[in-house]
């Protein structure tokens, strides 16, 4: 994928890269400019367009602000309002990026409409908003139980990670994308959706357009998985083990995951949980590997010296560790606090859904149609190949590990 040759300047290096700085974001530079097109001479004119500047900001984190609630809204009331109707089951398992996304985008054709987008596009926090709601997904990880009571799921979780991403790297290589969408829609497919989609384009650098485009991807097959899942198990007589580790190792989404493990049953339920929280703690490792890769290989110049440790980890998205400390601090502390330490966590997880609902209405409303067109087609025909390799891979490995599992 190219950048849109028609974008400004300004707007080309705000949707370069998901992180060129580590822990900063190029969005409030690019949106002064678009707000102030030519420099100031004086500093009353600067002291003006700075006003004009932040004045803009404050109504675009409103727009972020007001789409996210009302996707919270959604969220919890759509099941009440179609209970005991025949759309109950469909109603109750729609998740909330669904709901932010196409908020954002409907925001988006409507800010853009009103002349508004760039005044406001600064408060698009999309970076800041992820990784925050990343680092607050560690804590939902309890490393104890995945240590004590997930043997087979942590051999389930290496071999499929490892098959299904190196799958989709080969195959979207053959489809001829570009490195950086590759390492995307491999880790969204292996992994856990959008969460290593999001932790991929910090460690390759990805554009943003790239994000957005494998988050709705994500999104777009994780839906029919929730009941088509459950379904074929039933069909196939999966075992409840079987049916759950299957269930979690293939929907990307750990709700999704959730809401299609209840479908078939309570123990295929606690089986399908284990699965993802076990391959959601592998995402460090793949950033790690990324990195290493794309600064030792792919990007490297040639006749170039070989780049150092330092290179590797000025590249290195420095959230990730925030993930895995959450991660450490939740277990030590749950193994302190016991039962009363859920509450706890529970606030947080809490805190981790909003921010990643703002970073998903922040996606919606930097998305441009542009980069559907530039993609194109073959994006989608790997997203959906790799899903149905993953379908196979992990039905395969969760009959050979999980048949006659006793948890």
């Not at 409030?28 to 420099?39: G, H």
């Not at 078939?264 to 793949?286: D, F, H, P, R």
């Amino acid at each position: 994928m190219t950048a849109d040759a028609t974008r400004a300047p300004s707007e080309a290096r705000d949707t370069d890269s998901v992180t060129a700085t580590e822990g900063t974001s190029t969005a409030p530079a690019t949106s002064a400019a678009a707000a102030t097109p030519s420099e100031p001479t004086d500093g009353g004119t600067t002291s003006i367009r700075s006003g004009a500047f932040w004045g803009w900001t404050a109504l675009g984190l409103l727009v972020v602000l007001g789409l996210a609630a009302l996707t919270r809204y959604l969220e919890q009331n759509v099941p009440v309002f179609f209970e005991d109707t025949a759309v109950e089951d469909i109603a109750g398992a729609i998740e909330y990026p669904v709901y932010a996304i196409l908020l954002g985008l409907l925001g988006n054709v409507l800010v853009t409409l009103l002349g508004l987008r760039d005044r406001i596009a600064a408060a698009f926090r999309t970076e800041f908003f992820i990784k925050t709601g990343l680092v607050l997904l560690g804590a939902s990880i309890n490393l104890s139980v995945i240590a004590s009571a997930a043997g087979p799921a942590i051999a389930q979780a290496i071999l499929l990670i490892s098959g299904v991403f190196l799958f989709t790297w080969w195959l979207a290589g053959r489809f001829g994308l570009d490195d950086k969408l590759r390492a995307l829609l491999a880790a969204a497919v292996s992994i856990c959706g959008v969460s290593a989609a999001i932790a991929a384009a910090g460690a390759v650098r990805a554009r943003r357009e790239q994000l957005a485009y494998t988050a709705s991807l994500v999104i777009l097959f994780a839906l029919p998985s929730i009941f088509i899942l459950p379904w074929l198990a039933d069909v196939f007589g999966l075992e409840d083990a079987v049916a759950g580790a299957w269930i979690g190792g293939n929907i990307d989404t750990t709700a999704a995951v959730t809401a299609a493990g209840a479908l078939a049953g309570e123990e295929a339920l606690q089986i399908a949980s284990i699965v993802k929280v076990t391959q959601n703690a592998l995402m460090g490792v793949v950033a790690v590997a990324l990195t290493a890769y794309f600064t030792l290989r792919v990007e490297r110049q040639p006749g170039a010296a070989r780049p150092g440790l330092g290179e590797v980890w000025r590249r290195f998205p420095k959230f990730v560790l925030g993930f895995v400390a959450a991660s450490v601090i939740a277990t030590w502390y749950l193994d302190g606090a016991g039962a009363d330490g859920k509450a706890v966590i529970g606030v947080v997880n809490d805190l981790r859904v909003w921010f990643l609902i703002l970073a998903f209405v922040s996606i919606g409303l930097e998305f441009r149609v542009a980069s559907l067109r530039e993609a194109g087609w073959r994006p989608v025909a790997v997203f959906a190949s790799a899903t149905v390799f993953n379908l196979l891979l992990a039905l395969g490995l969760a009959s050979l590990l999980f048949r006659g599992f006793d948890g």
